[in-house]
C-alpha cells in the first residue's frame, strides 16, 4: 500500500473517530491530510523508503491560536499520540525526523511558513522567482481528506504553479542554459579533449532541460533523486528522460560523443516544437537561445521582462 493510501486508511480508521468523538467542536475548524516532506506525498514511495521518516500518520491542520488556543492543541496532540503505534505493518515514528515534525498536529501557518516562508501563500514577486520549486512541490503535494474551515485548501491554491509571468521568466532562464551547456560548451569540450568539461556541460544540459520540461507541463520538480521518476509520468515529452538518462550515463569516446551531440540536438527540437505548440516563441530555427529570449520577450509584466534573462535560474 503506497503511503498516501495507508495513510488515508489510518486516518479514517481511527482519527477521524477521534476527532469526532473528542473534538466534535471544532472539527469545522480543522482540515486532515497528508503533506510536505517525504517521498510518500508525491507517490514515489517503495520498500525502501521505509528505512526512515515513513509511518502510517497523517496531518491535523490547525488555524491560528486566534481560533484555536494553545491548550485545544496540546488535547490534539495527546490525543494524536495515542493513536495505534503501528498501523498496515508500519511504526509510527516516536522522533520527529530532522527539521520538525512531519505529521500529527501542525499549524496551518507554521506548515505553510516552513515551506515558502510565508503563512497565507500570498507570495512576491520575489519570492516567486528565488523559491526552491521542491519547496513549493512539497506545499501543494499530497491530498487533503477533508477541509472544513478552507484555510489549506485557499493557500494551497494560490501556491498550485507559478503566475504565468513567473513561468515564462523561468522557461527563457533554463532554455539559455540548455543552450549555453547543451548546443554550444558540449561539443567544444570534446574537440578540446576536456572530457570532464564535456560531462559536466552534459549533466547541466540535462538538468537544466528537466526543468524546462516540468515548465512545459506546468508541474512543478521535485527534489532531483525524484526527478526522473517524475518526468516519466508527465503528458508531454516524457520520451525525453530516456533520451536524458543516455547522456548522462555514457562516456564521452569519440563516437559515443558524436551519438550524444544528435541526442542533445533531438531533444532540443522536441522542446522547440513544443514551446511552438503552446505558442510561447515567435523564433523560427534550431537556436535554444534565440527561443529563450523569444520567451522572455512573451513576458507581459515589464518589471520582470527586463530582469536578466537568468535572474529566475
Known amino acids: 500500500m503506497k503511503g ?4 488515508e486508511s489510518f486516518f ?3 482519527g477521524k473517530p ?3 468523538n473528542e473534538f466534535s467542536d471544532i472539527t469545522d475548524k480543522l482540515a486532515c491530510g497528508i503533506a510536505g516532506s517525504g517521498s510518500e506525498c508525491f507517490g514515489f514511495d517503495d520498500e525502501i523508503s521505509t528505512d526512515h521518516d515513513f509511518e502510517a500518520g497523517f496531518c491535523i491542520f490547525l488555524p491560528g491560536e486566534d481560533i484555536i488556543d494553545r491548550r485545544t492543541e496540546f488535547l490534539l496532540e495527546r490525543a494524536y499520540a495515542k493513536l495505534p503505534k503501528e498501523f498496515g505493518g508500519v511504526k509510527r515514528g516516536m522522533l520527529s525526523p530532522v527539521g520538525g515534525a512531519r505529521r500529527g498536529v501542525i499549524r496551518t501557518g507554521d506548515f505553510f511558513n516552513e515551506k515558502v516562508g ?3 501563500g500570498n507570495l512576491t514577486v520575489s519570492e516567486w522567482l528565488t523559491l526552491p520549486e521542491q519547496s513549493l512541490a512539497e506545499a501543494t503535494n499530497g491530498k487533503i481528506f477533508f477541509d472544513n474551515f478552507g484555510e489549506v485548501t485557499k493557500i494551497r491554491e494560490k501556491l498550485a504553479y507559478f503566475p504565468d509571468d513567473i513561468r515564462l521568466k523561468k522557461l527563457a532562464g533554463n532554455l539559455l542554459l540548455m543552450a549555453q551547456s547543451g548546443q554550444y560548451n558540449y561539443k567544444r569540450s570534446v574537440d578540446r579533449g576536456e572530457l570532464a568539461a564535456a560531462q559536466l556541460a552534459v549533466f547541466e544540459f540535462v538538468k537544466h532541460a528537466a526543468s524546462v520540461i516540468f515548465l512545459l ?3 512543478y520538480e521535485p527534489y532531483y533523486k525524484w ?3 517524475a518526468l516519466r509520468a508527465l503528458p508531454k515529452l516524457s520520451i525525453e528522460a530516456e533520451i536524458m538518462e543516455y547522456l548522462i550515463t555514457t562516456d564521452n569516446s569519440p563516437d559515443l560523443a558524436k551519438e550524444k551531440y544528435y541526442a542533445i540536438e533531438g531533444v532540443a527540437a522536441d522542446v522547440i516544437d513544443e514551446l511552438q505548440n503552446q505558442k510561447l516563441t ?12 523569444s520567451v522572455n520577450d512573451t513576458i507581459l509584466d515589464s518589471n520582470v521582462r527586463n530582469l536578466h ?3 529566475a535560474v
Open 4 to 7: 498516501i493510501e495507508l495513510a
Open 12 to 14: 479514517n480508521l481511527y
Open 18 to 20: 477521534m476527532l469526532e
Open 118 to 120: 510565508c503563512t497565507d
Open 217 to 219: 507541463n506546468g508541474v
Open 227 to 229: 526527478c526522473f521518476k
Open 282 to 293: 515567435k523564433a523560427v530555427c534550431g537556436d535554444l537561445e534565440k527561443h529563450a529570449y
Open 309 to 311: 534573462v537568468l535572474s
